[in-house]
Structures are given as C-alpha cells and as structure tokens.
C-alpha cells in the first residue's frame, strides 16, 4: 500500500499465462471512492526479439537487464533492454 495526498494505492502484480498482471486500487480518502484498474503486459524473450529482429533486417548487438548497464540474466533482471543496428 501507498499513499499521495487525498488517495491511497494498493498494487498487486502477479505472472500468469506469459503476462505480467498489475491490477490497482485507488482509494480516495475523503469520499471514499475506490477505481480499480488493470494492466496486462504480454512477455516476450530475448530469443523472440533476435528472431524478429533479423526478419526484419536488423543485428542485436547488446543487451542490458537494467538501465545501469548490468548484464541481462532472464530469471533476475528487471527488465531487457537492447541496442540493434540495421544490417546494410
């Protein structure tokens, strides 16, 4: 749980089916109001984007798992960042 101000936030992510589910509470405190959302991100892997990549004419030439630059683990990064050059 978080809170801003007037709202409280609380946030729930869970991996389920190849995606990343967030679903969020948002509780307005003096009226009581609550809106909830959620947020469905699909996960691709490195081998998937190499492979698109090439089809379309461009060279993975580094990857990174977080933007400090640290090297991609696929069970512990945060996230998969690429740098890809189009193949003349």
């Known amino acids: 749980n978080q809170s801003s101000g007037d709202y409280s ?6 991996v389920e089916n190849g995606m990343v589910i967030k679903e ?8 009581g109001g609550v809106s909830t959302f959620r947020e469905e991100v699909k996960l691709y892997g ?8 090439a089809k379309h004419g461009l060279e993975l030439m580094e990857t990174a798992g977080n933007y400090d630059g640290d090297a991609f ?4 990064s ?9 193949n003349r």
């Open 46 to 53: 490195l081998d998937w984007f190499a492979g698109i990549f």
């Open 24 to 31: 969020m509470v948002f509780n307005h405190l003096p009226s």
């Open 9 to 14: 936030v609380e946030i729930q992510r869970k």
């Open 78 to 86: 945060p996230r998969l960042l690429m740098r890809a050059l189009k």
């Open 73 to 76: 683990d696929a069970e512990r």
